[in-house]
């Protein structure tokens, strides 16, 4: 089970939350996020799969980030088109895009991006692009069924343990955790994370 730590910035903290056991790290390149990272981190993590988070970034945007912070993973959390998805293939990095559930129209949208996306995220409505730092509604993805696998995000926190282990999906393959393990936008309490990640992967084979 994969455990995603997104908003990333500063150094230090970076490091802290390198040793805390989770296994992708996510960078938010978006000018309207308090997570937003302008330039390339002072420290980039060594043992971690590296995400680059965008909204609506052109082609060559992207590119120039996936070499500037080499990227493992590209996560798209706009109104990317399938067929932007299928330009990034050349890239060689894995595409991972994002669809906020309000309804099972919402879960059906995801068909089209099959042959292009190596995992969906699925996340919560809010008015602006990015996490609300709300839970949705995890029953709208028994209408999920696709053959991507896909990671939940919105609102999980140190509290999120008894509700993972009451969920269920042949295609889950992970969760992605940001500011309910926050001090502050961008500065991840690892002592926590480390925690709560401990304790979700030692259950894991149980969710």
């Known amino acids: 089970m994969i455990v995603k730590v997104c908003g990333m910035r500063d150094a230090e903290n970076i490091r802290q939350v390198e040793q805390t056991g989770a296994d992708w790290m996510g960078f938010i390149d978006y000018d309207r996020s308090p997570r937003y990272v302008k330039g390339v981190p002072e420290y980039l993590p060594a ?3 590296k995400v680059g988070v965008f909204v609506n ?7 120039e980030r996936i070499a500037d912070w080499r990227l493992d993973f590209v996560q798209l959390h706009g109104k990317e088109s399938p067929d932007f998805c299928q330009q990034l293939r050349p890239t060689g990095v894995k595409v991972i895009k994002a669809f906020s559930l309000h309804t099972p ?3 059906q949208a995801t068909e089209e991006y099959v042959p292009y996306c190596d995992y969906f995220l699925f996340d919560t409505p809010c008015k602006e692009y ?3 730092g709300k839970t949705f509604d995890w029953e709208l993805l028994t209408h999920y069924q696709g053959s991507v696998p896909f990671l ?3 609102g999980l926190n140190p509290t999120s343990l008894e509700a993972l282990s009451a969920f269920h999906h042949p295609q889950w393959a992970g969760i992605d955790l940001n500011s309910g393990f926050e001090q502050a936008p961008g500065i991840k309490d690892a002592a926590s994370l480390s925690t ?3 304790s979700f992967k030692q259950n894991k084979y149980n969710f």
């Open 105 to 107: 129209e919402d879960v």
């Open 57 to 63: 970034a052109s082609l060559p945007h992207i590119q």
């Open 47 to 49: 043992s971690l799969q």
């Open 152 to 154: 939940l995000s919105g």
């Open 196 to 198: 709560f990640i401990h």
């Open 130 to 132: 990015g996490g609300s």
